[in-house]
Structure formats: structure tokens, C-alpha cells
């Protein structure tokens, strides 16, 4: 760089690493997990915790701060979509500027679902243009996507994380325990994304799930395979997105289930979950595949019955090939003008593709109808 | 990374670098600086400008657009300090997001002073998580100091920049010719910051704005030696910020003048511009560098006499020492922990001070009194 030019050129480089870490007993008091990354003396820490998870573990949460010898200020935001706002958004960073902290070295918790992450993880990239945060996964689709890598945001013009940040957290502490008081539909929610990694970059994970996936669940995967499979689902996660954390490729398997999905996730008045959503993506997607010679009759089979055992909802009512129409056409603005679908071609690999036509659409949708009737007339 | 373990790291790195570049007669319509970044057929571009400019550019700048066959859509946000807020950044937000662009190879354009760059950036760094934009300064101020750095950002919770990001422009264009019609008091205001740089880092630059300050206020920087001044400012900021882009290192010598300021641009009612407060900022400062013995007598006379020759404001009315000390309660917060105030050690370098008691602010309030009153008593 010199002084008198006619232009200049400024060349930056980040690295940065974070860590993905057990920490079974949590809240125990002499588990240093939380306590121990930031400064050691004086220290305080802005807390912000899912209500339902605070109706449960207030005491525990209260006590471990305290014994820690930690000034903790406590805030409770609800779970839900509709909970994901730019309002909710702006409450954390009215209660953390008014708690005052220290700019590097008192990181702010988050402990929750993806909504409470995704939440503070944005407040935290935005507060003094970034400031460290530590996330406490408190759900399965927490524990094994949405708390694990370095995507933000929050809902915001009726679309679904209109804004947010790419955000690596200091640190993210899994425990397991947490999954056992887990609604079931909600264990369900995460599963969905497990079934999603494995049609497309896991087979053994698929062939897993097919021999576990019901006693998993049953024990809301506090068995030793259920173990296995989240090690399995967090590590095809991370090894698919480390390379390309700021996606600065646009073609992303983990997108697979997550282009006609993002249009049913906002749904005015509609309740489906983001792993409920995924699934319906998954299953439109798969009729796709099927009808381009990608998936075989056989492996349609495989997968609508993995479905079928999992007791997995595929509730497709309101849902018509234009409104899926619509969301490809948002995704591939995202995808910066091609619609980079993901398409499974066989079970464990897939390829991508630009060219989904809107009849195609149309025969998926009449597809799911069908492989819902047939379920439904085999169960009566 | 394996699978089956107590923990996983995620490591990364991130390379980039983005361009400064005199770009003059920039809405020329063969001026090829605005439409040459991003794709070239059925483009679209959002273009966010300050509302003065616009008033004086609007035929231009929608003629430059059309002439180059984009489809541009305009929004104009006014200038000034209070106009920096989370409404304006949310509906900037609003109109990008009904004006769909592609993710990756449309920029938003901000064409205005820092308050407009500031905003554009730190909406263009939360839309989809991050999208590329440009930024052509018209202001002195964002000429050589807001447009051309990393850091966007908004007031919040009565706070200047409390929410924003370190979000790296695309490119910026640089065309002095806006400084043609900037008044008086914002050429004065950009000024400020080029004594800054003079002060603590570059005392050729201080005698060029003793020997020809005067000359190119009055010219507001057309002449050869205003280009001079303005390359050298340039080059003086970015020497300092690459090596720190993202503000690992907490003691930066551009932050002189930014202690105590920052606690009297929010003074209620209050209408210094940014310049004006870092000004009463640095005359605290050298105050308290002379007590300490780190500028001579001589040296005071010397910087006095050149913000006297250049006329540029001392206005201290309303400020007390209480307000300047919470300012810097409040920077030593930003700074984690510790003071970390840079103060001149002679003209041209400075050192890190972290020990500034009270009652060495109240001396310096009540010096620069005695300055004033001896020169308005001079002027008398």
C-alpha cells in the first residue's frame, strides 16, 4: 500500500476455531463447563434460557451461577417460529446493554432450542459488532444442527431468517440429558434432519435408523445407539459444512430438504415444525428423484417405510405445487439465480440440480397424496 | 474430526480483500465504476442515498442507471446523527427485501456521508446473513474516514454504534467532486479527524495542515495539495486499521479523540457532528498530555494555534467532567476492562495510557475554559 495512488487495496485474514463439547450434569456445580471460558474474577454473564427450559431448571440454573461466584442476569424468551423476531431480537439486546458486560472475555449463554440460539447468536454477532457466546442445545434438532454451526437469525418480513449472521459461538456444551423431558413430536423434529443426512451423504447412518431409529426415540436417545446416532448425525454436519462454513458455495447437500421447506414454514396460522416441513421436502423431493431415474422403486420403498415405523407425520393438507413453486423460486435467489437442489441419487449420495420444472412439482404433489392414501387405507 | 468422541473442533479461515479506487465523474454514464462489479445481463441494483445528495443528483443518478441498462431502485435516507437508528436500518431492510436482488452478485449501492454507510453496511451485512455493497462517500468525514474502513453500524438504547458488525465493503469509489458542495461546518468536521491522524501517527501530515489547512478548506479540497492531504489521510487510516481490521488488538491509535467524545455525541438535544465532539475530545486529551509531561508547552501553542487558524470549533458549553468520565466508565467497558486511552507523546506518536483519574478530567475541563477565554479575549 502507498500514499499516493489512485486507489488502495485493504487484505484481511480470520481464522478462528470453536469446540463442540460434551458436558454431561451441566448445571451441576462443580461442572466448570459454563464457567469456564471467560475471566475468573468479578465476572458476570447475561444468561438467556428457553422459558419452558427455565420452568424446569430454574433452580438448578440459579444455584449453578451463584456457586460459581458469578453475577448471572437471567432472561427467558419462549420457544416457537413465531417467537423468532426481530422484536424478541431487539429485547435481548435492550436487557444486555443495560447489563452492562465486557466486551471479550464475559460471554453470553444461550440455553435453549435453535430459536433461542439462532436468537442470541445474532444479538451476540450485532452487540459492539460481535461479542463471544456459548450455546446450551436443549433439543434434538439443537443438539445435532441448528446449535452446532455458525448460521444466526432471525424471521423478519414474514420470511424465515431474513436476516442474521454467520456467527461461530466460543464454545457449544451437548448434554444429553436435556432430550429425556422432550415432548415426542418434538424428538421427532430432530430425527427428520438425521434422515436427512443420511438419504444424502450417510448410508450407514439411514441403515442405523432403520434398525434403532424406533428404540432411539423410545428412549429419547439416552440408550448407547442412541449415542451412536448423534455422534454420527453431529459429525455428517460438521464434516459437511467445515469446509464451506460461509457458504461461499452455494451448492450445500444440507440443503436437501430445505427448498420447498422454507415456503411451508410460513404458512400464515400453520404450526409444522421445521422438522415437519423438512420432511414433506424430503418427501416431494424423493418423488422427484424417483421420476427422474435417480431413487428406484425400491428405495422409494425403503424410505416411505422408515418413515412409516418412525411414526413420522407426513401431513401434506393446504399444501399445493404452487406455494412450493413459489418457495424454489425464493431459494434460488438465495442461491444467487439457480436453484442448486439437492436431489438424493441413491440412498447416501446426491447430485444437483437446476432444471425442476413446475408440472414436476405438481406429480410430487399428487404423488404424496397418493402414498398418503395408500397408508392410510393399509392402517384402516 | 473423527466420529465417535467427547469433542469436536471446527476450524476456519477467511480470506478477503476489497479496493479503494478514485472513481471521479462517478454517475457519468460511461463511468464504468458503479456498474462494472456483480453480473452484467438483467441486473438489478439497490441503491440506498442521502437525501441532500439526492436533492442535488436525482436526475444523474437515475440517468446513470438507466443508461447502463439496471434496474435500479432508490431509496433516500436523511443525514445526521439521529437518523443512525434501528428504524431506518429496518426499513432499508423492508425495501431491499420487496426488491428481490440475487444473493451473491447484485451489490446494494450507499452513495451518502457516514451515517448512510454506516446504515447500508450493517443492513447489507444482516440481509441473508451477509451481501456484498459498495460505498461512494460525499461527506469529508466518510471521504476519509466512515466510507472506506470495515465498521457499519447504529445507535441504540441511547448509544452510538451499539449494534452494528465489522462487514468489509465490496469496493468504494471515491469522488472528491461531492466535497464541492459540502457547507463549511462538514468540511471543519472531516478535518477533525485528519489532526487526529496527524497528532498521533503522522506529523507530516500535521504540517501540512499548518502550512496549507487553511487553503484547502477554502478550496474544500480541489487543489493539487487538497488532493495531497486527502491521499495522505487515506493512506494514514488504513495503515492503521489492516493490520487490526476486526479490532483484535483493544489499543488502537486511530482511537484518539474517541474517549470522552463518545459520551457527548448523545448528549440529549445536543447537535455536535461526530468531528466537532472528537475535537473537544483531543483538546481534553492534550490537556492531560501536557500534566503528564508528554507534550511541551510549545507543542500545545502549536496545536492550538492550528485549530484557531483553521477555525475549527472548541465549543465546551454543557459538558462537564461527571459526563466525560461516564464516557470513558463507558470505553473502558468496549475496551474489556481496561482504560486503554491513547494520548500523544509528542506530535506525531503516542503511547497507551490506562490510569486517567477524575480529577485529571476536571483539570482538563477547566483548561480548555482558560484556552477559550484567552482566545476570546484575543479575539476581543
Redesign the interface.
Known amino acids: 500500500?502507498?500514499?499516493?495512488?489512485?486507489?488502495?487495496?485493504?487484505?484481511?485474514?480470520?481464522?478462528?476455531?470453536?469446540?463442540?463439547?460434551?458436558a454431561p450434569d451441566i448445571f451441576h456445580p462443580n461442572n466448570r463447563a459454563l464457567s469456564s471460558p471467560g475471566?475468573k474474577f468479578g465476572d458476570r454473564r447475561f444468561v438467556v434460557v428457553d422459558q419452558t427450559v427455565f420452568n424446569t431448571h430454574s433452580d438448578e440454573i440459579r444455584t449453578y451461577f451463584t456457586s460459581n461466584g458469578m453475577d448471572a442476569k437471567i432472561v427467558t424468551i419462549p420457544g416457537g417460529e413465531e417467537n423468532k423476531s426481530?422484536d424478541n431480537y431487539?429485547t435481548i439486546?435492550?436487557e444486555l446493554?443495560?447489563f452492562?458486560?465486557?466486551?471479550?472475555?464475559e460471554p453470553i449463554i444461550a440455553i435453549g432450542g435453535g430459536v433461542v440460539t439462532d436468537l442470541v447468536g445474532?444479538a451476540a454477532?450485532?452487540?459492539?459488532?460481535?461479542i463471544p457466546h456459548i450455546n446450551v442445545p436443549t433439543t434434538l434438532m439443537g443438539y445435532i444442527d441448528a446449535s452446532i454451526g455458525i448460521?444466526?437469525?432471525v424471521n423478519?418480513?414474514f420470511?424465515k431468517?431474513?436476516?442474521?449472521?454467520?456467527s461461530?459461538p466460543l464454545q457449544v456444551f451437548l448434554d444429553r440429558a436435556f432430550l429425556k423431558t422432550l415432548p415426542r413430536r418434538h424428538i421427532l423434529n430432530g430425527v427428520c434432519e438425521m434422515i436427512k443426512l443420511g438419504l444424502i451423504k450417510d448410508r450407514g447412518l439411514f441403515n442405523l435408523l432403520e434398525h434403532s431409529g424406533e428404540a432411539c426415540i423410545h428412549s429419547k436417545f439416552q440408550d448407547e445407539t442412541g449415542e451412536?446416532i448423534l455422534?454420527?448425525s453431529?459429525?455428517g454436519m460438521?464434516?459437511e459444512?467445515?469446509p464451506n462454513?460461509?457458504?461461499e458455495n452455494?451448492a450445500r447437500k444440507v440443503d436437501f430438504g430445505h427448498t420447498f421447506s422454507y415456503g411451508l414454514e410460513t404458512i400464515p396460522d400453520g404450526d409444522l415444525l421445521h422438522g415437519e416441513a423438512v420432511l414433506l421436502d424430503i418427501a416431494f423431493s424423493i418423488s422427484i428423484a424417483h421420476k427422474r431415474g435417480l431413487l428406484t422403486g425400491a428405495e422409494i420403498e425403503r424410505i416411505l417405510h422408515l418413515i412409516d415405523q418412525l411414526g413420522l407425520p407426513l401431513d401434506h393438507r393446504g399444501i399445493d405445487a404452487r406455494r412450493l413453486w413459489k418457495s424454489l423460486e425464493e431459494r434460488t435467489?438465495?442461491?444467487?439465480?439457480l436453484q442448486r437442489v439437492p436431489l438424493p441419487a441413491g440412498i447416501g449420495e446426491c447430485i444437483f440440480v437446476n432444471d425442476i420444472a413446475k408440472d414436476e412439482i405438481q406429480a410430487a404433489v399428487n404423488q404424496l397424496e397418493e402414498w398418503t392414501v395408500v397408508k392410510h387405507a393399509e392402517i384402516r
Chains 1, 2 share one sequence.
Do not use: C
Not at 454477532?125 to 460481535?130: L, W
Open positions: 500500500m502507498t500514499e499516493q495512488t489512485a486507489s488502495w487495496r485493504v487484505n484481511f485474514r480470520q481464522t478462528a476455531s470453536y469446540q463442540i463439547r460434551k475471566r426481530v431487539l439486546l435492550y446493554d443495560n452492562p458486560i465486557h466486551r471479550r472475555d445474532f454477532s450485532s452487540y459492539r459488532r460481535g448460521k444466526t437469525g423478519f418480513n420470511q431468517n431474513r436476516l442474521g449472521a454467520f461461530p451412536k455422534d454420527r453431529i459429525y460438521l464434516d459444512i467445515q462454513l460461509f457458504e452455494l435467489y438465495h442461491r444467487n439465480g
